[in-house]
């Protein structure tokens, strides 16, 4: 069963124009989010971040929005440039028993072509 | 340097060998993790160190895998009897404490013939 789930593999935009990443989620204990972005042959990096009670964060070209009713966040990057190009991962944290655990999606690849 | 770094960035195995994988955190992070990636497939939570201690091992796949921590520092994930299903990049992630943001490893890409 997957808790986060991003339904779009990939994505291509046109260099300055927005970038929208979508990501979906089921379980509703979920209190943090986040975005990963990440180059081939390299880990993840963290991007950006979001808390449950906020329903948006914005850092520079980049902006998370939380719609926590449809259990749904979007990552906007504007405007896109061919260096961000990679996979976007969402990520979700939940804490149980006084632990955390990260949940992650398959990624969508964002092409931004010059 | 000061990432987290993971080695051997590559490794190719047998079906039926044991393969070590090893995890240096950033320096005082006291949280470790460890994910793998499977072709196609997000990233799947394995296991989660607080310190040396392992509260939550429910993401190991099978007992053929095991993980342990020394140390408060370096981290080894031991594949027992490795199956071609357990090909994957693994990744290890450090965070300052539970909850903080996590920091990534490059990935070992573990491809079992």
């Known amino acids: 069963d997957q808790q986060v789930k991003q339904n779009s593999p990939s994505l291509s935009v046109q260099e300055g124009r927005i970038s929208i990443l979508n990501c979906d989620y089921t379980?509703?204990?979920?209190?943090?989010f986040l975005w990963y972005k990440k180059y081939p042959a390299e880990g993840p990096t963290f991007l950006i971040s979001i808390s449950s009670i906020k329903d948006k964060n914005e850092d520079g070209r980049f902006t998370v929005f939380l719609n926590k009713s449809a259990k749904h966040l979007s990552l906007h990057i504007v405007p896109s440039q061919p260096g961000d190009s990679a996979v976007y991962f969402c990520a979700a944290s939940v804490t149980a028993s006084g632990t955390y655990k990260y949940i992650f999606g398959t990624g969508t690849r964002l092409k931004v072509l010059a | 340097g000061a990432g987290v770094s993971q080695s051997p960035s590559n490794k190719v195995t047998e079906k039926g060998k044991d393969v070590e994988l090893r995890c240096d955190p950033i320096?005082?992070?006291?949280?470790l993790y460890w994910y793998r990636q499977s072709l196609g497939q997000g990233l799947e939570f394995l296991i989660y160190f607080q310190g040396n201690s392992a509260p939550d091992k429910s993401g190991l796949p099978s007992d053929r895998f095991s993980a342990e921590r020394t140390g408060g520092s370096v981290s080894t994930l031991t594949i027992q009897r490795t199956q071609q299903e357990d090909s994957a990049v693994y990744l290890c992630?450090?965070?300052?404490?539970?909850?903080?943001?996590?920091?990534f490893g490059p990935g070992t890409r573990l491809l079992v013939l």
């Open positions: 379980n509703s204990m979920f209190d943090y």
């Open positions: 992630a450090s965070s300052l404490g539970q909850g903080e943001t996590q920091y």
């Open positions: 320096s005082g992070h006291t949280a």
